[in-house]
C-alpha cells in the first residue's frame, strides 16, 4: 500500500501539487486522471521519487519514502516497476537484453536462469517472438509491453504506468488495459496509472482519483464515477456526446433498468 | 550567474558519480564498451589526422628552413618536437572533442528526454555513475593512447613526406630524431592528453545528462559541449604550457 499525506510540489512561484492525500491500494488498479496541466504527471513523479516534495509525505508499506536516506530509497525503488509513457527502452538493446537488464544490475542469477526469467515475462505479455528484435524495429504496442515485461521482471511490489495507453490504438490500448489489470492480480501488485484514456478508466479504474489544477478533486471507482455528480469531473469524462451516450447507457444497465447481456443485433434491427 | 549555477552542477555531477556499483561487472561491461566506443571508433581519424599532420609539417618546415647552414636532420627535430608538444595532444584532442564529445553529449542527451535515465533512476541505479563515470574513466584510458599512437604515427608520416619530397633521407631524419631529444616532452605531451580527456568526457556528458526539452535541444546541448571543451581544451593548453615548460 502507498499512503501519500499532504504533499505539495511546486515550481519556482507555480504550486502544481497543493496539499494532496490519498492511499494506494493493494492488489488494485489505482488510476490518477486529469487533463493536462493538473499536476498528475508530477504527482507520479513525487510518488516514484524522481521529485521531491515541497513538504508532506510518501509511505510505501508504512515506511517514509520521502525522507529516507539515499540506501534506504535504493531498496524501496528496487521494488518499483514502471511502464514509461514512451516506454523508455534502451536503444542499443535488443529487446531480450532490455528485460535482462534489471536481472544483470540487481540479481546473481546464471545466465541461463535470467533467460529463464526473461522467456516467462515474454511469454506472459505474448511477445516470445520479438525477442532478437530492436526497439525500433517493433510498434507502439509491442514497446508498451517490453516495457511491461521490464518492469515485472523482478516482480516488483509495486507498478507505476505512465499513459500507457497514449499514441496506441483503441484495440492494442484494451490489450495493454487487460494485461495490467491481470497482473495486478495476479501479483497482487499495487499499480498507479496515469491515463487520459476514458475506457481504461471504466475498464480497470478500481479506484480512480481526479486531479483538477493540482487539487484531488473526487476520488472513487469506476462504478462510482457514473454517478458521480461532481460538475468538473463530468465535463472532464464525458467530454463529447459519444461518451455522454455511453455514460447513460452504463447508468441504466447499473440500475438493472436495461440487460448488460444485450443482445446488440435486436438492438440495430 | 548563469555561469556559476552551471559550473556547481558540473561539480555536483563529478561529486555524486562516485558512489558503489550495483553490480561491478555490467559497470565493467560498460567501461569496456566506452573504451571500445571512443578508442576504437576514433581510431580511424586519428590515424589519418597524424600521419597527415606530420607529412605536412615536414614539408612546410623545409619549406622555411633553406639556409644551407642549418643541417637537413634539423626537420626531423622539429617536427618530433611539433608533434609530440602541440599535433599529437593538442590537435587530436581538438578532433576528439568533437567526434567523441559529440557523441557522448547526444548518447546522454537522447537519453534524458526519453526517460531512459529516470527507468535507470526508479530501477534504484546512480545514473551518474552508470553512465557518466565509465565514460570519463574510458577517456582516461583511451585518449593518452590515441596521443601516443598520433605522435608516432604523425612522426612516421613525417619521414614518409620527407623522404617521398625528396627533402631528407630515412637516414637523416632518424638522425635528427635522436638529436637532442628530451624525455620531459613525452611527460608534458601524456600530462596534456590526461587533462584534455577528462575535459572531452566531463563536459559533454554534462550538458548531454542534464538536457531539458527534445530533439532541438540535444543538437544544441551536443554543439554547445563541442564549442566549450574546445575552448577548454586551448586554454588548458596555454595554462599547462605556462606551468610546465
Known amino acids: 500500500?502507498?499512503?501519500?499525506?499532504?504533499?505539495?510540489?511546486?515550481?519556482?512561484?507555480?504550486?502544481?501539487?497543493?496539499?494532496?492525500?490519498?492511499?494506494?491500494?493493494?492488489?488494485?488498479?489505482?488510476?490518477?486522471?486529469?487533463?493536462?496541466?493538473?499536476?498528475?504527471?508530477?504527482?507520479?513523479?513525487?510518488?516514484?521519487?524522481?521529485?521531491?516534495?515541497?513538504?508532506?509525505?510518501?509511505?510505501?508499506?508504512?515506511?517514509?519514502?520521502?525522507?529516507?536516506?539515499?540506501?534506504?530509497?535504493?531498496?524501496?525503488?528496487?521494488?518499483?516497476?514502471?511502464?514509461?509513457?514512451?516506454?523508455?527502452?534502451?536503444?542499443?538493446?535488443?529487446?531480450?537484453?532490455?528485460?535482462?537488464?534489471?536481472?544483470?544490475?540487481?540479481?546473481?542469477?546464471?545466465?541461463?536462469?535470467?533467460?529463464?526469467?526473461?522467456?516467462?515475462?515474454?511469454?506472459?505479455?505474448?511477445?516470445?517472438?520479438?525477442?532478437?528484435?530492436?526497439?525500433?524495429?517493433?510498434?507502439?504496442?509491442m514497446k508498451k509491453r517490453v516495457g511491461i515485461a521490464r518492469a515485472i521482471v523482478l516482480n516488483p511490489k509495486y507498478l507505476f504506468c505512465d499513459e500507457p495507453n497514449s499514441g496506441l490504438d483503441p484495440q492494442t490500448s484494451l490489450v495493454i488495459d487487460k494485461l495490467i489489470k491481470e497482473l495486478t492480480q495476479e501479483f497482487n501488485i499495487t499499480t498507479v496509472i496515469n491515463t487520459h484514456d476514458m475506457n481504461s478508466v471504466m475498464e480497470i479504474g478500481d479506484k480512480i482519483i481526479y486531479m483538477y489544477k493540482g487539487d484531488k478533486e473526487w476520488e472513487g471507482n469506476n462504478k462510482e464515477i457514473i454517478f458521480s455528480k461532481n460538475q468538473r469531473l463530468n465535463e472532464f469524462i464525458f467530454a463529447s456526446d459519444f461518451l455522454r451516450d455511453a455514460k447513460d447507457m452504463r447508468m441504466l444497465e447499473q440500475t438493472g433498468k436495461i440487460d448488460n447481456d444485450r443482445n446488440m443485433e435486436d438492438l440495430v434491427r | 550567474m548563469k555561469f556559476i549555477q552551471e559550473f556547481g552542477r558540473y561539480i555536483l555531477m563529478l561529486r555524486d558519480m562516485f558512489s558503489k556499483p550495483e553490480n561491478r561487472k555490467v559497470y565493467w561491461k560498460e567501461f569496456m564498451h566506452q573504451c571500445n566506443d571512443i578508442g576504437i571508433g576514433s581510431l580511424g581519424i586519428v590515424v589519418i589526422i597524424s600521419v597527415f599532420m606530420g607529412a605536412v609539417s615536414t614539408l612546410q618546415t623545409a619549406y622555411q628552413l633553406v639556409s644551407p647552414l642549418i643541417p637537413k636532420s634539423s626537420i626531423a627535430q622539429i617536427v618530433r618536437d611539433t608533434v609530440l608538444l602541440e599535433f599529437a595532444p593538442t590537435l587530436v584532442c581538438i578532433v576528439l572533442a568533437g567526434v567523441v564529445g559529440s557523441k557522448i553529449a547526444s548518447e546522454l542527451g537522447n537519453m534524458r528526454v526519453s526517460e531512459q535515465i529516470d527507468a535507470l533512476e526508479i530501477m534504484g541505479i546512480n545514473t551518474k555513475t552508470y553512465l557518466v563515470l565509465p565514460k570519463i574513466v574510458a577517456a582516461l584510458v583511451v585518449i593518452p593512447m590515441l596521443v601516443v599512437i598520433s605522435a608516432g604515427l604523425g612522426i612516421w608520416g613525417g619521414r614518409l613526406a620527407g623522404q617521398a619530397a625528396n627533402i631528407l633521407s630515412t637516414t637523416d631524419f632518424d638522425k635528427g630524431l635522436l638529436n637532442a631529444f628530451l624525455p620531459y616532452n613525452v611527460f608534458f605531451a601524456m600530462v596534456k592528453a590526461y587533462v584534455f580527456s577528462f575535459i572531452i568526457s566531463s563536459v559533454p556528458a554534462f550538458y548531454g545528462y542534464y538536457v531539458q526539452g527534445g530533439a532541438l535541444e540535444i543538437g544544441r546541448a551536443s554543439t554547445k559541449s563541442v564549442v566549450v571543451s574546445c575552448v577548454l581544451i586551448l586554454f588548458a593548453d596555454y595554462v599547462l604550457a605556462a606551468i610546465l615548460l
Open chain 1, 1 to 141: 500500500m502507498i499512503e501519500v499525506r499532504h504533499i505539495k510540489k511546486g515550481f519556482g512561484d507555480k504550486i502544481v501539487i497543493n496539499d494532496v492525500s490519498a492511499v494506494m491500494d493493494d492488489g488494485k488498479c489505482n488510476l490518477i486522471i486529469g487533463a493536462s496541466g493538473s499536476g498528475k504527471t508530477v504527482f507520479m513523479k513525487c510518488l516514484v521519487g524522481l521529485f521531491r516534495p515541497d513538504s508532506g509525505s510518501i509511505l510505501y508499506d508504512g515506511e517514509d519514502f520521502t525522507n529516507m536516506d539515499a540506501a534506504g530509497k535504493k531498496e524501496i525503488r528496487k521494488k518499483i516497476g514502471m511502464l514509461f509513457q514512451g516506454s523508455a527502452l534502451f536503444d542499443s538493446l535488443t529487446v531480450e537484453k532490455n528485460i535482462q537488464f534489471p536481472l544483470d544490475m540487481f540479481t546473481n542469477w546464471t545466465l541461463a536462469e535470467k533467460r529463464k526469467r526473461v522467456d516467462e515475462v515474454l511469454d506472459r505479455v505474448e511477445l516470445r517472438d520479438a525477442n532478437k528484435k530492436f526497439p525500433a524495429e517493433i510498434s507502439g504496442g
